[in-house]
């Protein structure tokens, strides 16, 4: 089974950038989607994005459009989420998730990284 571990977070100003990394071992990435979903304190998970494993389609929510970008990288076991413009709202713990049946079905989890976003 695939084991996932993120990293990237960290403090941040409002309209500021951050790159999120999430490195997988155990398996090959190559058979699974692979999400990211955020938790801010007090309130619900929230699915951000997620690529495919069959076409690399992705996914994106309507508060991150035009802001993050998610990508992979198969051949190194890896998965990005390149935020930009970020703002207070994005302030959450971020988690990589993997699901070998699609993006709606994140089935393994990692142990999330903060993103702080403030001035």
């Known amino acids: 089974q695939v084991q996932l571990v993120e990293s990237g977070g960290g403090l941040v100003q409002p309209g500021g950038s951050l790159r999120l990394s999430c490195a997988a071992s155990g398996a090959s990435l190559d058979y699974y989607a692979i999400g990211w979903v955020r938790q801010a304190p007090g309130k619900e998970r929230e699915g951000v994005s997620c690529i495919g494993n069959t076409d690399s389609s992705t996914y994106y929510a309507e508060s991150v459009k035009g802001r993050f970008t998610i990508s992979r990288d198969n051949a190194n076991n890896m998965v990005y989420l390149q935020m930009n413009s970020l703002k207070p709202e994005d302030t959450a713990v971020y988690y990589c998730?993997?699901?070998?049946?699609?993006?709606?079905?994140?089935?393994?989890w990692g142990q999330g990284t903060l993103v702080t976003v403030s001035s």
């Open positions: 998730a993997a699901g070998t049946g699609g993006c709606r079905y994140l089935e393994v």
